[in-house]
């Protein structure tokens, strides 16, 4: 095994008693990089080669040099006999929607392509002091807008790492596709609507959302605000605890974030789930839209090999001693897409009106005949399709003669969904739940340009994860087996308003209990590719 | 003005709010008008990717002052919301400001007006972020607009009435008054010119008993008290004339050009702005605790009005005269300080010699009275020299004028330049006979009848003395000395 693929804890382990060096740890993982990655994602080559179709391309900016004085930094530290903190030595890679001071912050956008932040977000800062090692910014949906990471202005866009010819879903594919390759141990996500959970569940990796204002979002170039939520990107679910245990806790730059005391995680990691009550809903078995073309609501069964896997997996913590609840409701399910498809827009397309060619950021280089028409062309040219289908239907739902009968309405419909949730978590209700288990997506994941450009069915990949931030509750996405074309599946654990605790404790007993099983053992292909 | 017409204004002011720091970063309050451009930017306040704002406790604490002194009702919850437009002044491309659920509504303000006292209702009082301001450049030919932040996220604090003003009159006693109230607070200096106090009339009129109300103009860039006032009375004159030709008024926004005197559209407005409000995300409700709103309720200090009403009760102040005190709290505590340091001087004479000559070398000097070298005790000392007579009147002028210099007593004064008044009878009677003497012809004309050359010989003693004699004494004196003569003669 080489040192990129262990796990963040083993790393941080040898480093700290110095029997490797976070030099030896970064150098492996960018010759990682160098072996799987391909070409980084750029502006202005629009064509990809087939060659490009064999390569993961997670990479919008790698900072390799600044990486190697941070590795540097933590080995003279060790030598000198200081703890440079619980991620010593750790390699991690950031989605490019985070500002770093220093580095380019792009959102995968054109118009912020040649944006270089003059601060560091504070998650990002809270890793780097904890002693990580940031390897460079990772490709994502532009702004964040998809579930596939196609719609980057970067270019060649990630690709699946299990199956190049997949998409590794989104928005943040580029955090769950490094990580599944080995090109850092951890990475910094975001999920507005299942943005982590998601293409964790399709890299194969574990991916959390943590409750809404556990993470400061300070320096997360924002999309829906109030549903925004950074979180861990990792391999395993002690991995994901450590990071969690690093970013999450009060900020001061951001008044949305919590003063609840954070707990210590990795203490009851250990506790098992004996005792603990996991609730199933039919609610999760199944997806509800609306055709676009006639207007009617479909309903549709999740894919059986994944509804399999989240079967499997209540047994297998049944066996551990959990009691299963049966047929738990969660009558406001369907609604999250369409109530999401309202809020999220009204408030990105607020968002995005700083960007304007006026202070930073792209501007259109041809003439203007004034403000208006800069505005327009700047704009115009510099946001890409998605940001603009996002603005316009935003504008339209927030006007003033619509805003009560969508955005107002959605918000009532967003109430209703955290109802649910209270429901199934009240101490003393009738279901006592300690998590809901479901499946993290309707399927696994999808080819490149298959659903890509129907936006209404994209946004339908996260019917399953949109709820947890609807309700603000957190949500763990965990590798649940592969399906037959050897793509991975994840399932997902919700818990209550702060029971990242639980969840982990959960997702880590359920971990170790399918340690042996076959799947286990097999790897993505770019990496599987290496060995040969 | 067309008496069968009436006008109703309503009035929303915009005041930045004196705390040190912005409304929602960490970066200094600075007096735009001087500081050099951009000084005080951080990545909040310019708006970059990625940052959040962060509620100034001390603006909210500003803003419940002045909502409390406005007698409005606080809402313990408020929202921030936002408020979306593009210009190049607005670095988010929306303001942060309140809407649905401000601060504070349903207040009131007791105002003086020169036709008595007036309650004008206040519809809301919310916080907001100030903007950047635009400079446009011609240079040779080419037109381009520089923005400076420095302005961009100051704390600003809204306040809207209710349509109560139906004069120039009533409007100018209206914004002074809320002037005065905001300086008493100390929240902000009032000084419309550096634009910290931001005054929009919303004017129309109607006919004499008409229920509905007219098409409003809102009348903007207003930059002193005398422009409100002749704007106002300029686009009521202007809006009557245009209906009384048969026109009808458009709504709009109008500039004043102080040069011309007149109004000029800058921009019709047919439909409402949309603004597509909604909550501020990023921001959690704002809630004041009850505590926190009684003790800064109690905090607060005297305000113009109840003062005003005090000071005439009090002291025996006729209304002009307590008003002229009160609009500022300075002078009013300067007034009351130096009454109770000079008990044995009655208070109207203190008043009057504030309004009177101490506001005269302020004008002069264009000094405030927090920054002149005079103090109560400095005041009292004077007035009671004159009180017991030690100086008259006209010495008194010259030995303030000299104190407002140099910050130097009445005593020292007086003393240093030998100005004390004369006022002993033998030294008077002494110096009246001189004068007698040396002047026999003139006597003689007087005890012919020539009355009025008492007058002269009034004046010679006087001089005599350089003005320090004690007028009412020597006029005594020699009244006594010529009726001596008359008689003996
Ligand atoms: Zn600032």
């Not at chain 2, 200094?28 to 306040?45: G, H, I, K, S, Y």
């Not at chain 2, 902000?188 to 008993?209: A, F, H, T, W, Y």
């Not at chain 2, 207003?222 to 300029?234: D, K, P």
Request: with cysteine; glycine share 8%.
């Amino acid at each position: 095994m080489e040192l990129c693929d262990l796990s963040a804890e083993q790393i941080a382990s040898l480093v700290h008693k110095r029997e490797v060096s976070a030099r030896e740890v970064l150098e492996a993982t960018l010759n990682r990089v160098s072996l799987v990655d391909g070409r980084p994602g750029q502006l202005g080559i629009e064509e990809t080669t087939p060659d490009d179709e064999k390569y993961v391309h997670a990479f919008i900016s790698l900072t390799a040099e600044r990486a190697r004085v941070q590795a540097d930094e933590v080995d003279r530290r060790l030598a000198g006999g200081e703890d440079p903190g619980p991620l010593a030595g750790v390699p991690f890679t950031v989605k490019d929607i985070f500002v770093v001071r220093g580095t380019p912050s792009t959102a995968g956008s054109r118009i912020l392509a040649n944006f270089v932040a003059p601060y560091t977000a504070t998650p990002v800062e809270r890793m780097e002091q904890a002693g990580g090692i940031m390897l460079g910014k990772v490709n994502l949906d532009e702004f964040t807008y998809g579930s596939s990471n196609e719609s980057s202005a970067f270019i060649p866009t990630p690709r699946n790492p299990w199956n190049p010819a997949y998409v590794p879903g989104g928005s943040s594919g580029g955090s769950t596709a490094a990580v599944a390759a080995g090109e850092g141990a951890l990475s910094l996500g975001t999920d507005t609507a299942g943005s982590i959970r998601q293409p964790a569940a399709f890299c194969g990796v574990v991916g959390m959302k943590p409750t809404y204002g556990r993470v400061s979002r300070y320096g997360l170039i924002a999309f829906g605000s109030s549903l925004d939520c950074p979180g861990p990107v990792a391999r395993t679910v002690k991995d994901a605890t450590l990071m969690l245990s690093v970013i999450a806790g009060r900020d001061p730059h951001d008044q949305t974030s919590v003063t609840v005391p954070v707990p210590d995680y990795a203490s009851r990691l250990e506790a098992g789930v004996k005792g603990l009550r996991i609730g199933l809903s039919p609610d999760y078995f199944r997806i509800t839209f609306v055709d676009p073309h006639t207007g009617e609501l479909i309903e549709r069964p999740i894919d059986p090999e994944v509804l399999a896997a989240t079967r499997r997996a209540a047994d297998v913590l049944a066996s551990l001693g959990a009691e299963i609840i049966e047929d738990v409701p969660m009558p406001h399910t369907h609604y999250g897409i369409p109530a999401y498809f309202v809020i999220s827009r009204v408030e990105a397309a607020s968002n995005l009106h700083r960007y304007d060619g006026v202070k930073y950021g792209y501007r259109t280089p041809e003439y203007v005949t004034d403000l208006r028409d800069l505005y327009r062309k700047t704009r115009g040219q510099g946001f890409g399709l998605q940001p603009k289908l996002r603005i316009l239907m935003g504008m339209y739902v927030s006007a003033a003669q619509y805003s009560e009968q969508y955005y107002v309405r959605a918000l009532r419909v967003r109430s209703l969904i955290r109802r649910d949730f209270e429901t199934i978590f009240d101490p003393s209700g009738a279901y006592r739940l300690d998590a809901l288990l479901t499946p993290t997506t309707p399927t696994t994941a999808f080819t490149m340009q298959e659903v890509y450009g129907d936006s209404v069915l994209m946004q339908y990949a996260d019917e399953l994860t949109v709820p947890a931030n609807h309700a603000g509750v957190p949500g763990i996405s965990l590798p649940a087996g592969l399906d037959r074309k050897g793509l991975p599946i994840g399932i997902q654990f919700l818990g209550a308003d702060y029971a990242e605790a639980t969840l982990l404790q959960i997702g880590f007993a359920y971990e170790q209990a399918t340690l042996g099983e076959d799947w286990r053992k097999r790897k993505p292909q770019v990496v599987e590719r290496l060995a040969v | 003005m067309n008496a069968s017409y009436e006008p109703v204004i309503g009035l929303e002011i915009h005041a930045e709010l004196l705390t040190a720091s912005k409304m929602f970063c960490a970066c200094p309050v600075l007096d735009v008008t001087e500081a050099e451009p951009n000084r005080a930017v951080c990545p909040v306040c310019a708006g970059m990717p990625g940052v959040l704002p962060v509620i100034n406790q001390k603006a909210v604490e500003y803003a419940l002052r002045v909502a409390l002194a406005l007698n409005c009702e606080i809402f313990e919850t408020s929202i921030f919301a936002r408020k979306n437009y593009f210009y190049p002044d607005l670095p988010k491309g929306y303001q942060i400001s309140q809407y649905e659920f401000p601060l504070a509504r349903n207040g009131y303000l007791p105002v003086i007006t020169s036709a008595g006292e007036k309650i004008v209702r206040i519809r809301r009082v919310h916080l907001e972020e100030d903007t950047g301001k635009l400079t446009h450049v011609e240079d040779n030919g080419i037109a381009y607009s520089l923005v400076d932040l420095n302005r961009a996220g100051i704390p600003l604090l809204e306040i809207v009435t209710e349509p109560d003003l139906h004069s120039p009159d009533e409007v100018r006693a209206y914004a002074e008054g809320l002037r005065s109230v905001l300086r008493y607070l100390g929240v902000n200096s009032g000084d419309m010119q550096k634009g910290v106090l931001r005054i929009e009339p919303n004017i129309s009129v109607r006919k004499l008993g008409d229920e509905k109300l007219g098409t409003r103009t809102e009348v903007k860039n207003l930059n002193s008290f005398r422009a409100l006032e002749r704007a106002a009375a300029y686009e009521i004159e202007r809006q009557i004339a245009l209906l009384e030709s048969g026109g009808e008024v458009r709504q709009q926004t109008v500039g004043w050009d102080d040069v011309k005197q007149v109004t000029f559209t800058q921009r019709y407005k047919e439909t409402e702005d949309d603004y597509r409000y909604f909550p501020e995300p990023d921001l959690p409700p704002l809630v004041v605790e009850k505590s926190w709103i009684e003790e800064i309720r109690r905090s607060l200090p005297e305000l113009p009005y109840p003062r005003w009403k005090r000071l005439q009760q009090m002291y025996g102040l006729g209304s002009q005269e307590a008003a002229v005190l009160v609009a500022e709290r300075a002078v009013a505590d300067f007034f009351e300080d130096t009454v109770k340091l000079a008990p044995e001087v009655p208070a109207r004479q203190v008043a009057i010699w504030i309004s009177g000559s101490l506001f005269g070398l302020l004008n002069l000097s264009g000094k405030s009275i927090e920054t002149t070298r005079i103090t109560p005790e400095l005041f009292a000392g004077l007035l009671r020299q004159v009180e017991t007579g030690q100086i008259n009147q006209n010495t008194a002028k010259t030995v303030l004028a000299e104190m407002f210099e140099t910050g130097r007593s009445a005593t020292e004064i007086v003393t240093d330049r030998g100005l004390t008044q004369i006022s002993d009878e033998t030294a008077i009677a002494r110096l009246v006979s001189q004068v007698l003497d040396e002047n026999p012809a003139q006597v003689q004309e007087y005890l012919n009848g020539k009355t009025g050359l008492q007058n002269w010989l009034f004046g010679q003693v006087m001089r005599l003395t350089a003005g320090q004699a004690n007028p009412s004494l020597v006029r005594q004196e020699l009244n006594r000395q010529l009726k001596v003569l008359s008689t003996t003669r």
